[in-house]
């Protein structure tokens, strides 16, 4: 089992920054990728970025590969989401995930985070 925790979200206005926490606890959090999805309201999960355990392989979705960053810190075992050039439309919960697989997939990951809401005013 690994237990999640995201953190790090709030009130911003467009164009500012955020920068979201996942907080790992449990087993080896070094054997999983970590996935960061984004739920906007009466919208299905979609992905934004992922990072496998190694921090070498990272994937960023279309719509925010020039303004997110995401890392990982196995000896803090935590993975941040830097959120930059923020826009209205990121409005919504922001999950973390792990999974074995590194996949833009939901269903691919085992575990997943409660979520923290990101608000972007315009």
């Known amino acids: 089992q690994v237990q999640l925790a995201e953190s790090g979200g709030g009130l911003v206005q467009a164009g500012g920054s955020l920068r979201l926490s996942c907080a790992a606890s449990?087993?080896?959090?070094?054997?999983?990728?970590i996935g960061w999805f984004h739920q906007a309201p009466g919208e299905d999960r979609k992905f934004v970025a992922l990072?496998?355990?190694?921090?070498?392989?990272?994937i960023l979705a279309a719509s925010v590969k020039d303004r997110f960053t995401i890392r990982r810190d196995n000896d803090k075992n935590t993975v941040y989401l830097q959120m930059d050039g923020l826009k209205p439309e990121d409005t919504g919960l922001y999950y973390c995930?792990?999974?074995?697989?590194?996949?833009?997939?939901?269903?691919?990951?085992?575990?997943w985070g409660q979520g923290t809401q990101v608000t972007v005013s315009s």
């Open positions: 995930a792990a999974g074995s697989a590194s996949d833009s997939v939901p269903g691919q990951y085992q575990f």
């Open positions: 449990g087993r080896a959090f070094t054997a999983y990728s």
């Open positions: 990072i496998n355990w190694s921090g070498e392989r990272i």
